[in-house]
């Protein structure tokens, strides 16, 4: 299968900065890679995604990057608002199918 | 996006009781579903694969006989906690790819709590 791993685990930043969440995947034959965002109790929600054919893709504030090399990809989100708080999650489609999930990042975005 | 529905949204029961949980694309088929787990404050967890028309394919390390999944239709996915003990309470989520069978989108969960 596959194997996500996600960083940092926490991460508190000044209401208009800028997040940077990284994320790194072991099977190349991962293709596509989504970031969820899931706010308490509720369920995650899909914010931004990339495929592997594409380096980085931007929508507002919210911009993903890839590097298909390394097998890294990272989230950023400038401009933080207080209404970002919550855990972001990124994850890899293996094998066109399954979707394996990183550990979770608790964005806090401090007004 | 496409719209997922689970049942119940949280359920309390003994230990020993068996506890069935659905999910329903209600916008598009799903010929495939998939069943994570979540632990508080922690990831989602891949148990299973569920299949329209054949058997779940699980995770290294779930119990096929304890958790018990059914994919009878192409917009209803079921999962059954069979004897359930307090280890297996957690949030259960379902979730499915849209039509084009790319993006994922998860139901909105089933807290699961056995005394």
């Known amino acids: 299968g596959e194997n996500v791993e996600q960083h940092p685990s926490t991460l508190s930043v000044q209401e208009g900065d800028s997040a940077v969440i990284k994320c790194t995947y072991s099977?190349?034959?991962?293709?596509?890679f989504p970031w969820y965002k899931q706010e308490l109790g509720k369920r995650p929600q899909l914010i931004i995604d990339?495929?592997?054919?594409?380096g980085e893709k931007k929508d507002q504030r919210i911009a993903v990057t890839l590097n298909k090399t390394a097998k890294h990809f990272s989230l950023h989100i400038t401009e933080t608002q207080p209404e970002d708080s919550a855990v972001y999650f990124c994850?890899?489609?293996?094998?066109?199918?399954?979707?394996?999930f990183g550990s979770g990042t608790k964005l806090n975005v401090k007004p | 996006g496409a719209v997922v529905s689970q049942h119940p949204s949280r359920v309390i029961c003994k230990s020993g009781t068996s506890v069935k949980i659905e999910c329903r694309s209600l916008?598009?088929?799903?010929?495939?579903m998939f069943w994570y787990r979540q632990f508080p404050k922690q990831s989602l967890m891949l148990m299973a694969t569920?299949?329209?028309?054949?058997?779940?394919?699980?995770e290294q390390g779930v119990e096929k006989d304890k958790f018990l999944i059914n994919h009878a239709s192409l917009t209803l996915s079921t999962l059954t906690v069979t004897s359930a003990h307090p280890e297996d309470s957690s949030f259960y989520i379902c979730?499915?790819?849209?039509?084009?069978?790319?993006?994922?989108?998860f139901g909105s969960g089933t807290q699961l709590s056995v005394l």
């Open positions: 916008d598009f088929q799903a010929t495939t």
């Open positions: 979730s499915a790819t849209d039509g084009k069978g790319e993006k994922l989108f």
């Open positions: 994850a890899a489609r293996y094998n066109f199918n399954k979707f394996y």
């Open positions: 990339i495929r592997s054919n594409v």
């Open positions: 569920s299949n329209e028309g054949s058997k779940a394919t699980y």
């Open positions: 099977d190349s034959a991962s293709n596509y």
